[in-house]
């Protein structure tokens, strides 16, 4: 069996950086325990489970920008044999995501051996990114979309920020089994007339950062401590690095979720599908975690006699 790389995290962080006097902003995102987490129960080909991880890390540095509760979702829409991809960040770094696809298109790309190279412009196809961010407290709503362009989802991001937020951003990503790593950086506008350092200045500094991270080899970001990549990539900058938050992964589903689900199917129904299948289990659509309910646990739900189970000829 594969064993992850020495230095690999085993910790999940977001740290927020700045360059030049706030001039060109950034985040650095690295997940292990939460990646392995989210995809525990999940069944994903290794180029699905590579781009299921870039686009979390991808929903991890565009929450980092939040500044208010509420939730950030990255959805790319294709006609590639990864329909769809769909990744999910609260502003306190609360993740979870979904791939669907067709598996027997991926597994004829497997036979490809430009899909391994980059698996995300063989599999996404034509179609859009959606990045969609809802604020609790405001009960507001924004939605940005762009074609997936450049081959890859840091070219799409970049694309995103650039026609959709106007703020010129570069973007590295990589997912393995193990864990996966992400590097943004962006040159900030102008607030109110006050320049916190020249146009030129900034410009330069930002084209700096854009080569130094256009650099980093996808090894080196998943694997390399970060306070070492961060000198290595930005040696010469000043580089100031802001407090760092832990990232988890935390699906919405549960028992009791899973139980109001079923009381909406109704008794009848319920009562069918034990008769069927000799219990009721319910997957979640996000994390595929299995929820089993035995006849006398979903007969329960709806204070139905369990003396006789349905299918059965037993009585309990």
């Not at 909406?264 to 309910?293: D, K």
Request: glycine content about 8%; charged content about 20%; some cysteine.
């Amino acid at each position: 069996m594969q064993q992850p790389a020495a230095g690999r995290a085993r910790i999940d962080i977001v740290q927020r950086f700045a360059v030049k006097q706030q001039s060109v902003r950034g985040q650095f995102v690295r997940l292990g325990p939460a990646w392995l987490a989210l995809r525990e129960h999940g069944d994903y080909p290794e180029p699905v489970r590579r781009m299921l991880g870039e686009a979390v890390t991808a929903a991890v540095l565009l929450a980092s920008t939040l500044k208010f509760q509420g939730e950030l979702t990255l959805q790319l829409q294709g006609d590639g044999a990864v329909r769809l991809l769909v990744a999910q960040c609260t502003n306190d770094f609360r993740i979870r995501a979904v791939a669907r696809f067709d598996r027997e298109r991926v597994e004829a790309s497997l036979r490809d051996t430009a899909a391994l190279t980059d698996p995300f412009a063989v599999l996404a196809g034509a179609g859009t990114l959606v990045v969609t961010v809802e604020a609790d407290r405001l009960a507001s709503r924004y939605q940005g979309v762009v074609p997936i362009s450049g081959g890859s989802l840091a070219a799409s991001l970049e694309h995103y920020f650039e026609t959709s937020e106007q703020l010129p951003t570069a973007v590295v990503l990589g997912a393995d089994d193990f864990g996966t790593a992400g590097l943004l950086v962006q040159r900030m506008p102008d607030h109110g007339g006050i320049v916190t350092a020249s146009v030129d200045t900034a410009k330069q500094t930002f084209a700096a950062a854009r080569a130094a991270i256009g650099g980093v080899q996808r090894d080196e970001l998943l694997a390399r401590p970060p306070e070492d990549l961060m000198r290595r990539v930005f040696n010469g900058l000043d580089v100031r690095v802001h407090e760092s938050h832990l990232v988890g992964f935390r699906c919405r589903c549960s028992r009791e979720r899973v139980s109001g689900m079923l009381r909406s199917l109704g008794l009848e129904e319920v009562r069918s599908i034990i008769a069927e299948q000799q219990s009721v289990t319910v997957t979640c659509e996000f994390c595929h975690r299995p929820w089993r309910f035995d006849p006398v646990d979903a007969l329960q739900l709806f204070g139905a006699p369990v003396d006789q189970v349905p299918g059965s000829t037993t009585l309990n």
